[in-house]
Structures are given as C-alpha cells and as structure tokens.
C-alpha cells in the first residue's frame, strides 16, 4: 500500500479546451511540498490542501504560470477527487 491510498484517487482538470486525469502523486510529490506551501513530514489530503496550493501544484506540473488557473474552480468531490475547471457563467 503506498502513502496515498486512501487520500486522492485522481485530480481531474479541465485547462486549454482539454481534460486530464492525473494522480495524486503526479502533482503532489513530496520535493514539492515547499514550493506548494506543504509542510515538510505532512501527507496532505483532498480536504485540507487549498485552491491555491492545488493550482500551484497544476502550474508547476504543466510548466505554467499559476495565472493560468486564476479563472478556475476547484471543488473537493465527497469521494476524495479533486476537480479543476474553468468557472461556468452559470454558476461556481
């Protein structure tokens, strides 16, 4: 069993007309915990890391700016993913 079987199961984003799966260890990777604001021996989960560290997290992954996300939603599914999108016109 890895460290983060019962956290995330996938990150899903909706960035630049396409949509992607990635793992939670894809974006979270413990040599990053400092750039994304994680403190060093924490094993963070879907409901405690915040917006901004997830998008910090897309950017650095995708080698982007993290303005790339400024218009995007980020939502806590009850199973534990994580959803990134575009905000909709029609709601959050």
Known sequence: MNRFDNLVGKVHVVYDGRTEDYTFEDLFPQDRFANIGIAAGTIPSSTTLT??????????????????????????????????????????
Do not use: C
């Not at 950017?59 to 199973?79: K, R, S, Y």
């Open 51 to 92: 917006a901004d560290q997830v998008k910090m997290a897309l950017a650095q992954h995708l080698d982007v700016g993290i303005g790339e996300f400024a218009d995007h939603f980020v939502e806590t599914n009850p199973n534990g993913n994580i959803t990134v999108r575009p905000n909709s016109g029609f709601g959050a």
